[in-house]
C-alpha cells in the first residue's frame, strides 16, 4: 500500500527556517519523482518544487527558489523540503506526492508569524 506522511511543521518567526519531511511506504522514493505541494487558506493548492527520479535535482517556483532545497535520503525512504529565509505569505499546509501513484500525504501546517 502507497503512503506519504509528511512532518516537520509549526511555528517560526519570519526570517526563519524549518525542514519538512516526507517519509513514503510502499515505493522507493529514490526512483520516484515526488513533488510539494501548499494550500494557504482561502486559496488554491501552488505547486511548491519537483523533484526528478534517481537524482536530486529539483525544480522550484519563483516564489520560493533560493529559499528552500528539496533532497532525498534514500536508506530513510523520505525527502525532505529545507525552507529558509520563511515568510509570512509561506504560511500553508504543506503536502508531498508522488504523482505516479496518485498518493498525497496527508499535509503539515508550516506558520510564519512574530
Known amino acids: 500500500q502507497v503512503q506519504l506522511v509528511e512532518s516537520g511543521g509549526g511555528l517560526v518567526q519570519p526570517g526563519g527556517s524549518l525542514r519538512l519531511s516526507c517519509t513514503a511506504s510502499?515505493?522507493?522514493?529514490?526512483?520516484?519523482?515526488m513533488t510539494w505541494y501548499r494550500q494557504a487558506p482561502g486559496k488554491k493548492r501552488e505547486w511548491v518544487a519537483t523533484?526528478?527520479?534517481?537524482?536530486?535535482?529539483?525544480v522550484y517556483s519563483d516564489s520560493v527558489k533560493d529559499r528552500f532545497t528539496v533532497s532525498r535520503d534514500n536508506d530513510q525512504n523520505t525527502i525532505f523540503l529545507q525552507m529558509n529565509i520563511l515568510k509570512p505569505e509561506d504560511t500553508a499546509v504543506y503536502y508531498c506526492?508522488?504523482?505516479?501513484?496518485?498518493?498525497w500525504g496527508q499535509g503539515t501546517q508550516v506558520t510564519v508569524s512574530s
Open positions: 506526492g508522488a504523482p505516479a501513484f496518485n498518493s
Open positions: 510502499g515505493f522507493t522514493v529514490g526512483t520516484s519523482l
Open positions: 523533484t526528478t527520479s534517481g537524482s536530486n535535482f529539483a
